[in-house]
């Protein structure tokens, strides 16, 4: 049941994000753009999603377990140190260069196109990297 639950909610995810465009990297680096010829559509993209889930992540905060049974497994820092930062401006810059972030890469996979193949790979290696140096610190 798990396995097709996440089946169901993963075709969900990349049904929405390429009807979104947040797949197509021209549109989302024409959102980033924001000195330039800016494309505000993913803003009202990103609203939605946020008004669509924010009743359910109110209501799973309460939640000890998943309806599935599974234990709740949020976030729990709320520090902002230089870890954090540093990985998101790696994020952030990953996003700004390729016009991709992971889950529009991994949706976009299904069209056969390179790009997304490209950082898909970049993403796993960066991913490898990261693990190593996490290993090395412990």
């Known amino acids: ?3 097709l639950m996440a089946l169901i909610t993963g075709l ?3 049904i929405g994000l390429i009807v979104a465009g947040m797949t197509n ?3 989302v680096l024409g959102f980033l753009d924001l000195a330039g010829r800016w494309d505000p559509s993913l803003a009202l993209v990103m609203a939605g999603a946020i008004l669509v ?6 209501v799973d905060a309460r939640r000890r377990q998943s309806l ?3 234990p ?26 390729a016009g991709f972030c992971p889950g529009p890469a991994l949706a976009s996979l299904a069209t056969g196109a390179v790009q997304p193949l490209i ?20």
């Open 1 to 3: 049941m798990r396995i």
């Open 68 to 70: 599935l049974g599974e």
């Open 53 to 58: 889930a924010l009743p359910a992540f109110r």
């Open 119 to 138: 950082f898909c790979a970049a993403m796993l290696a960066g991913m490898g990297i990261f693990e190593l140096i996490e290993r090395r610190r412990s």
């Open 25 to 27: 990297p021209a549109k």
């Open 72 to 97: 709740m497994q949020l976030p729990t820092a709320t520090r902002i140190d230089r870890r954090l930062v540093l990985g998101s401006l790696a994020f952030g810059a990953g996003w700004g260069l």
């Open 12 to 14: 969900v995810f990349g």
